[in-house]
């Protein structure tokens, strides 16, 4: 009898997606016994979510760095700069943190200081009162 899939269980192209890597990698990874993988009962190949969060987890950024400051903000999202947009006395920078998008305001002061311009590589610590998660009905 063939299982089936559960809430965590993600076809190939869905876990490529939500780690920001190909197809072809994840496959990969299953193949070398990175990835927890079995085929569904229609015979498409599917991973599990908790080896897939695993595989997140090492290769996510450690935030490590030889800078003595320590911070208590620990949402770092590493990308690259996509748009600076200056008005004034303030300024929009853009990153697209692999597949994610992330806005931050400054001051135009900032932006010349860090002297940040689109193709550069910058790192958004975020530290937010409030986060929303949303999961979707299986």
Known sequence: MARLPNMTDFRISEAARLIGVS?????????????????????????????LARRAIELAPTGDDDSPVRRSARNRFTGIVTGVERSGLVAQVSLQCGPNRVVSLMTSEALDDLRIEVGSRATALVKATTVIIETERR
């Open 23 to 51: 197809d072809d990698t994840v496959r990969r990874w299953a193949a070398d016994g990175l990835l927890d993988a079995r085929d569904d009962a229609s015979g498409r190949r599917i991973v599990s979510g908790a080896s």
